[in-house]
């Protein structure tokens, strides 16, 4: 099993900043990717960004292209979203998640283990 803390969300006005963190621990020799999805009220879990473990730069929906920036910290295990130039649309909750195995790294299926969450908020 692998745990995923994530931490960092909260109220910004659009234009603003955040920077989530997210935390692994357990049975992390195994992860081979790690990814941010986000799920709005009364709308489905979306991809938001993902980057493989072993190297390379991240991927990104197009929505969030230019504006959020996912990196990793090896060492530690943690990963980071940050997001920039804020919009209300980008209000969601945002759930981190590990993948042991990966072939189509925006989807949601293909990965194994997830965090609990944590409500972004942008208001107008």
């Known amino acids: 099993q692998v745990q995923l803390v994530e931490s960092g969300g909260g109220l910004v006005q659009a234009g603003g900043s955040l920077r989530l963190s997210c935390a692994a621990s357990g049975r992390t020799l195994r992860t081979r990717a790690m990814g941010w999805f986000r799920q709005a009220p009364e709308k489905e879990r979306e991809f938001v960004a993902a980057i493989r473990w072993s190297g390379g730069s991240a991927y990104y929906a197009d929505s969030v292209k230019g504006r959020f920036t996912m990196s990793r910290d090896n060492a530690n295990y943690t990963v980071y979203l940050q997001m920039n130039s804020l919009k209300p649309e980008d209000t969601a909750v945002y759930y981190c998640?590990?993948?042991?195995?990966?072939?189509?790294?925006?989807?949601?299926?293909?990965?194994?283990?997830w965090g609990q969450g944590t409500q972004v908020t942008v208001s107008s």
């Open positions: 998640a590990s993948a042991d195995t990966i072939v189509r790294i925006a989807r949601f299926s293909e990965y194994d283990f």
